[in-house]
């Protein structure tokens, strides 16, 4: 009777651990295409304004969000890197320590880009290469 009870115990247990897991990946998926959207706002804002190469990422941001602030509020927990190159936009999500990179998008593909909260071993964010290269040469 023991031996049920720690096995039933078992399964909730690992039922509980992948529904966590699964919850997590949603949580992510969904935080990807709020990225893409707001990767999209700031590349249109590159492209159209040509804003000055020194502003800060915040400045920078805010200014590309203008129109619809609401596109920055599902980032507000989280560190944001932006970089700019030749026109180009990429914007990386990270941990508010910068311990791990979650997520990078760039502008020049319109697409989602790099789920990088699926890596086996956490990225720190000051680790991670530019994804400019999937931008047209």
């Known amino acids: 009777m023991r031996k049920v009870a720690v096995l039933s115990a078992l399964i909730v247990v690992s039922l509980f651990a992948f529904g966590c897991a699964c919850q997590a990946d949603e949580d992510m998926r969904s935080l990807a295409t709020k990225l893409n959207s707001l990767t999209t706002a700031a590349q249109g804002y590159e492209t159209y304004m040509k804003p000055d190469p020194a ?14 602030p609401s596109l920055l509020t ?35 593909t319109g697409e989602f880009d790099l789920p990088l909260w699926e890596n086996d071993e956490p990225i720190p ?9 999937l931008c047209p040469q």
């Not at 964010?125 to 290269?133: E, H, I, L, N, T």
């Open 125 to 133: 964010c000051d680790m991670v290469p530019s994804a400019f290269s």
């Open 74 to 108: 599902p980032f507000a927990d989280y560190k944001l890197d932006v970089e700019r190159q030749d026109g180009f936009v990429s914007i990386l999500v990270c941990t508010p320590d910068g311990s791990k990179a979650l997520l990078q998008d760039v502008g020049c």
């Open 55 to 68: 502003m800060s990422d915040q400045a920078f941001l805010e200014a590309a969000t203008a129109n619809d």
